[in-house]
């Protein structure tokens, strides 16, 4: 090479004679800004109130990248952990995985790649907390079609409303082997059900269980601490279901229907004792009696029974599970059912002495002195009558009576037009089995339909099956023929007026809007209440008792040290996993004030 | 479109009567050969039916099945015609006809997949390593590859991380459940 050869210095010069010429793909630059491409994946960005710290993104991510952590002022809540994710961007390869599967769909990437900062060390990212603009340039986003998730629950298998009415066979038919295998394999196993569960039941791993084929462990893992699962798999108000992280966008997880797929697989007491195989501790001499055999009740002993108790149950009524024997009807939840879990329950060691009335066949006091605990589980068995003119007339009835009479085997008399007054499961239930016996049935409520503290399902249920629903409407009369037989009810139309302290609106009656319903039969369904008739005066002062319920401490422990009480005649919530959790608490209680 | 595809499909199947053919919307076609006629197909498309150009060679992962699988992309410029050949490999013995003979670039294509799924490719003249360096594990796009278990095993966490919670244990402290031993096996 010469010292004249300076064509290597001024060939790149040649360049310059495209200088000033228009670009071919390039345009606007540099006055327009580049933008990154559609669904590019570029930092991460997370609505911090959308999220509820279920960690699925944390659990997907290959490269263990993502931490769920605490931050300051976000407080863990029903259906939200409290957590939110951080990513280490260190490791991080952008596959955008965690966002394919976050079931809220607040996790997102964005068009930002670029981040500058003089620490060399600072890979770690909050999405949201550290770029809380992000949502302004969100690119790769989840999307409900395209999403890893599955947001549809399988079907419940039902049978129809016109074949419904004619019997009282059971009305949901229950997922076969493979629909509940796929069904449990939409859960993302987050756990954030367990909290709102009462009970606090093993939700995730039972369901991982069914999903992974192993029904028997997931029977297991269901017994744990719940005796009366199969009753909870057919009638649970399972509020579990509200807070499930894939009901955030669309169905939740079938959590009820799981549990009863997995008990049924265990078709007979013998084989649910095979399965369960319960530990079941030497006896040590200490006796429990339990008042009532209702699901807080059967909890206990059960549970005590494991532990080594002696327990004795004494139940008023021919059958054991209190209300889910008497006040649920039998197309919900079936006599064979209820028989074969209480048959489990007996088999372990559990003694029930059936048709006893504590308070009259033997006095509390008598269990009182023979046993060195006691347990109450004495339920609401009576209900609020209408209160209105008329009430006193033959075929005027409180619903839960109702219930309890016609699955107490007897036949009662309600005509062929039936009104029920309410709006919760046992106004729908009462309304329900009337319609089995051929009654047109009209249910009047004082608020809207979307108001009803029953289930959804139940309501639908009741409308498919031809039950006729009044809302806004507050009865005021009940009429009654020479004999004092029920004619008709009177009631007036109501319209809803909100609340000034907050609370939900209220119906307030519109004068002049008499309304007279035909009627052979009218059932109150507004409420029960406890009957405490049975406590002798001496217990009743210590014992306590205020706005209708036993007053007890985080133990369910009464004023009487010696006496524990659970159930609807404890809790507000008045359903039956909040008994089971009562019984479930009282056992240990029990268990620990014996060891002493 | 749809004519043209359909004469496509009757030339092809005259000379390579064992291919299975699949139709698609719009100008996809595909085809499914066993591997070893993969170089004569690949070869007739290119010569005689102007499927000039190689755009991809993709793989999958059919562990359950025992097998891969490679799709050949081919586009033919003058018909504008997206051809996709496919064709499946026992996963126990994976071993196929190198064609970088038939197209240049099959080669690169191809140290891809031997790396990253493990696929012979005979007479392939290649270095040994194409983005992986010392790999002395199982080819990691396999899908019995445990891509996490090789991250924790390999890279260390970064300062500053110790405060990471699990969202099980967070909740079940929280409402005081007790997640007996035999149930932990079906936790997150």
Known sequence: MSFFDLQGTLKPLTALKQFGKKPHTLKDIPWKKREASDRYRGLHFNDLDECIGCGNCSTICQNAAIDMIHLEGIEGKKGDSGLRPRVDNGRCCWCALCVEVCPTGSLSLTKDYIYVTEDPDAFLWTPGVDNPDGAERKSFVSDKDHSLNDFNRIPMPELEGKERVKSFAEVVLGYNEQQAREEASRCISCGICTEVCPDHMHIPEYINAIASGNDKDAVKIIYDNNPLPEMCGKVCTRRCEDVCAIATRGDSVAIRWLKRYATETAATADLTHEIVNPEIKEANGKTVGIIGAGPSGLTAAYYLALRGYDVTIYEASAKAGGATMYGIPKYRLPIESLDKQIGYIQSIGVKINFNTKVGKDISFKEIYDKYDTVFMGVGFPDAWPLGVDGDDAKGSMQAFRYLYMINAGDKVDIGDKVVVVGGGNVAIDAARVSRRFGAEVTILYRRRVADMPADWEEIEGAEDEGVHIIPQGIPTKIHKDDKGHVTGIEYLKAKMVADDKGGRPRPVAIEGSETILEATAVMAAIGQMGDYSFLPKEFEDKIKIERGRFVVNEKQQTGDPKVFAGGDAVNRTADAISAIADGFRACKAIDEYLSK | ?188
Not at chain 2, 92 to 120: C, F, H, K, S
Not at chain 2, 147 to 157: A, D, I, M
């Open chain 2, 1 to 188: 479109m749809k004519e043209i595809k359909d004469k496509m499909i009757a030339q092809i199947k005259a000379v390579f009567p064992e291919a299975v053919n699949k139709d698609y919307d719009g100008n996809r076609l595909d085809l499914t050969v066993n591997k070893e006629a993969v170089p004569s197909v690949l070869l007739y498309l290119k010569d005689s039916m102007g499927f000039r150009h190689l755009s991809h060679i993709a793989y999958v992962d059919w562990i359950e099945q025992g097998e891969f699988e490679l799709v050949y992309i081919l586009w033919s410029p003058l018909d504008k015609v997206k051809l996709y050949v496919h064709t499946r490999i026992n996963r126990e013995n994976p071993v196929i006809e190198n064609i970088d003979m038939i197209w240049r670039q099959a080669n690169t294509y191809e140290r891809e997949i031997r790396e990253m799924l493990g696929i012979e490719f005979t007479g392939l003249v290649a270095p040994d390593e194409f983005i992986l360096e010392d790999w002395d594990d199982i080819p990691p796009f396999r899908k019995d590859f445990d891509t996490l278990e090789y991250v924790n095993r390999t890279f260390w966490h970064r300062p500053g991380r110790e405060d990471a919670q699990d969202v099980r244990s967070t909740i079940s402290e929280r409402s005081g459940e007790e997640i007996p031993d035999f149930a932990k096996k079906y936790s997150r």
